[in-house]
């Protein structure tokens, strides 16, 4: 179930490079079931996402980050939350507990009494 999630994007306004470079990361990518491309800040799917077995809750928050590639005095970051809905699908049907019952009845029952 791999699939991109959009986009974030981060604006460095220094003026020359390395210190106007900025890459991006994720805080917890939740067993690798995310990722984000360190140049584009392409946000994706990488892990298997199924809402009763997932390892991430239905709603997500993933801390992203941007930093520069400064090098005097530091490198500078900031960070932004992007929000994550897993919507639940149908994709388990009803099951009984139980694959057959047996009732006994007397044949003279009264209708309506069971």
């Keep these: 179930?791999?699939?991109v999630?959009?986009?974030v994007s981060a604006i460095d306004l220094d003026v020359s490079s390395p210190n106007n470079r900025v890459v991006y990361s994720l805080e917890d990518t939740f067993g690798g079931t995310f990722n984000i491309d360190v140049v584009t800040g392409v946000l994706?799917?990488?892990g298997r996402l199924d809402r009763e077995a997932s390892n991430i809750d239905a709603i997500t928050t993933l801390k992203v980050f941007a930093t520069d590639q400064g090098?005097?005095?530091m490198a500078l970051a900031s960070n932004a939350t992007v929000v994550v809905k897993l919507k639940?699908?149908?994709d388990h049907a009803p099951a009984f507990s139980v694959s057959s019952i047996v009732v006994n009845i007397p044949e003279n029952m009264a209708l309506g009494s069971v």
């Design 88 to 90: 639940d699908i149908n």
């Design 1 to 3: 179930q791999r699939g």
């Design 71 to 73: 090098v005097f005095p």
């Design 5 to 7: 999630l959009g986009t």
């Design 44 to 46: 994706s799917v990488t």
